[in-house]
Every structure is written in C-alpha cells, then in structure tokens.
C-alpha cells in the first residue's frame, strides 16, 4: 500500500498543480489528447488522466519521468515529446533523466526518450555532446529501432566529442552494434578524417571476417573519397566492398551511405545535402547502380557528375536519370526528369548503341517497368530486367491516380542505374 499512496500523491499534486507551482525551474507541458498514467486508485486500478484544453489550462509539469519501480511515466513522456516538437529548448532540464531512460528502460521508453534527445541534438547539438560517451555504451544492449535512433543522435552532434577510440573497438568487433558504429564513424571520416586512426581500419581491411573486412572498405572507401590519407582501393578489394554490401549481413544506414557517398563525393561535390530524399544501392552480377530522389532535381548538375564519374572510373558509357518527386510524398511524382549520357572508350559509339536492337528492347523494358508496384523484391527483378537500360521515359501525364505511386517508385529505383555500368571491367578507385 505504501507504494500506491506515493503513486497516488505524485499523480494528485501533479495533476492540481499550476504554472505558478512548478519546481526545479521546469517548464510547464500541455497535452495534446489524453494519455494513461501509471498512477493507480484506491482499489489498485489504472486511473485515465484527465483531458485538458491545450489552450486554456498547464498540464502535469513533468517533475519525474522515472517513478520508484523503474517504469516510465506515460504521460510524463508524452508531454516531453509534444513539447519537443515546438521548443527542444524546453525539455533540457530533463536530459539526464532522458539518458537514464535510454539506458535502462523498457523497450517503448528508451526508443520515445532516444527520439526526444534526436530533436535536441538536431536543434542543440552541443546540449547531448556531453552524453556522446553515455550513448554509445548503450548501443550493445540497445535493439535495431533504439539503435537507429542513437545513430541520429551521434551524427547531429560533432564529431570532436565522440568518443572515436571506442567506437573502432565496437567496429572491431562482433558485437551487434558494429554496424551502427561503423555508420557514425563513417560520419567522423567525412567531417574530421584526421580523427580517424586509419591505420587499424586499414589493418581491419585485411581481417578474415568478411563483415569486418566491409565495414573497414566502407570506411576507407569514405576516406579516399574525401582525398586524405593514402590507402588505395583497387578493383579487387572494391568488388569485394560491393559483394558485402549486397548482403543481409549489414546494415541499412551503411548500404545507403554509400550511394550518398557515390552522389556527393563522387557527383556534384555542392549539391546540398537536404535535397536528397532517399537513397539505394542495388548490386547486379556486372554492375552496381545507385538509385536517388530528390527535391529539387534542378539543384542536380548532371553534366557536371556525368563527366566527374566518367573520368574517376573510366566508364565506357555513364547515363543518368534524375527524378523529382513531390513534397505531398515522397512515392508520388510530378514526372519531371532530366538525363544525359556520356561515351569515353569502347568499340560502339553512343549513336550505334541507341540504334541497336538492343538499345530499343531496353527502351520497351524502361516503359514496362514504371507500371510495376516496388516492393523491394519487385524493385532487385526490375532492376535486373532493366540492366541494359540505356532510355529515358517519361511518366504519362493521364495515368490514372492509383497508379502514380507505383510508376514513382519504380522510376525512382531505375535512377543512375545505368551511371556505372561497365565499372567492373575497370580498375575503380574510391
């Protein structure tokens, strides 16, 4: 019982409490809907907060967010993530409790605290700076979504206050978090590559684990990319970097980073980066492609990439399709596309290649292949379809509506898949 009255105290002199009671100089909250509470009645029954106008009257100042048997208080924390929302500033004070939750809490709270403290980091990065070396403790025992969620947070904050020599013991080893460290340092190399010990990512390079041996090519591929150091990645230790990443046994942040790295570093070294929407990388038996949507395409200097990546990998041919989808969302698509092709070695010019049988066949194929739904295991078949794709198509204005999501997403997944064809037969460097 005695548990019950302390719960039922702290739910009573929270909800009767104003703007002019708060302690600790903590700011009030104001909820949007109603929320369960932890707090409990006299007969032990869960209690329904109340409902209380957003406009008219302070909610529940949020004092605790951890009560006495470790749980988290429900409505304690949908009040900090309403609140983050319109004032990150707001919910400062609740930073080490936040970091507690991450730490030890239950599954729903720690990814809800690790969300709060991702807006903070976005709007005050030098606020969660201090708990770099917190968080990344946390990432072994965290689960994917949690995981994710520190990613984001580590790479909004600088990278100067990381701790680097213990995320490349996470990256050297097997634990569950390799992959996560490995994708916030892949941040560090592209800010501060002189932070990186680039000697035991390249010692990693050579290891038996083939896990291991990608993660390090991906760092080093990051490295070369931003011109320091002096490792070079040949062809060989490149197929084996695009062999890795084609596999189940990394994760998603590094497989689409690359394609990031392949369109900044590689492309258009100005193009900004919030004009990306999403990346991909599909890898095929002879060539890789790297699928991007943007914003704004006309931001895309597709001379300027074509010519860069024709040169950097000495492509035979370099084509490039880019897509604009619309802000309502991003599988949906008002058509516009820009492309352009480049021939710089070979034995068939551009114009024979477009004469040719097959250059039509594969203008039929791109037609076909905008009327396809995209799951991801429809986009990899569409994709091998297509490898010979050397057209452009553009989207009919009068499809039917129902169908706009589909021909988005499969032209999405088609763009640059032509922009290395031909680089396994070269010597590539990252």
């Known amino acids: 019982m005695g548990i019950r009255r302390v719960l039922k105290a702290l739910f009573n002199s929270s909800s009767t409490s104003s703007s002019n009671s708060i302690s600790a100089g903590k700011p009030p909250f104001y909820r949007k809907e109603p929320a369960d509470t932890i707090s409990t009645s006299d007969r032990g029954e869960p209690v329904q907060s109340t409902h209380l106008d957003r406009d008219k009257q302070p909610v529940t100042h949020v004092e605790n967010l951890v009560v006495g048997d470790g749980r988290v208080r429900r409505d304690a924390m949908i009040a900090l993530v309403t609140a983050v929302e319109e004032r990150p500033e707001d919910v400062l004070p609740w930073l080490p409790d936040l970091l507690r939750i991450v730490e030890n809490g239950d599954l729903q709270g720690r990814e809800e605290a690790a969300i709060v403290l991702g807006k903070v980091a976005e709007s005050q990065p030098h606020e969660i700076e201090p708990l770099a070396n917190r968080l990344v403790d946390v990432l072994d025992s965290a689960d994917e979504r949690v995981q994710e969620q520190i990613v984001c947070i580590l790479t909004n904050v600088h990278v100067e206050s990381l701790p680097v020599d213990s995320l490349i013991e996470i990256f050297e080893s097997a634990q569950t978090d390799a992959c996560a460290a490995t994708s916030i340092l892949g ?244």
């Open 187 to 430: 941040n560090v190399a592209r800010q501060a590559p002189d932070l990186m010990p680039s000697e035991r990512v390249r010692r990693a390079a050579v290891e038996d684990s083939p896990e291991l041996r990608a993660r390090a090519l991906y760092l080093l591929f990051i490295l070369k990319a931003m011109d320091h150091g002096d490792s070079e990645i040949g062809h060989d230790e490149f197929e084996e970097l695009l062999t890795a990443y084609s596999s189940e046994t990394l994760d998603r942040w590094i497989r689409d980073s690359i394609g990031r790295q392949y369109i900044q570093l590689l492309g258009d070294r100005n193009h900004p980066r919030e004009n990306h929407r999403r990346l991909s990388v599909s890898r095929l038996p002879n060539e890789l492609r790297i699928n991007v949507e943007f914003a704004d395409p006309e931001l895309f200097d597709v001379s300027t990439v074509k010519n860069q990546l024709s040169a950097e990998f000495a492509a035979e041919e370099v084509t490039i399709d880019v897509f604009k989808v619309t802000e309502e969302s991003q599988r949906s698509t008002d058509g516009h596309k820009q492309e352009g092709s480049i021939a710089t070695g070979g034995d068939q010019s551009e114009q024979e290649k477009n004469d040719s049988p097959q250059s039509s066949q594969s203008s039929s194929s791109n037609l076909d292949s905008t009327d396809r739904a995209s799951s991801p295991e429809q986009t990899q078949d569409a994709l091998q379809a297509n490898s010979s794709d050397d057209s452009v198509s553009d989207a009919p204005a009068d499809s039917e509506a129902e169908n706009v999501s589909q021909r988005a997403q499969e032209s999405i997944d088609s763009l640059l898949e032509e922009t290395f064809s031909g680089i396994d037969e070269e010597d590539s460097d990252s």
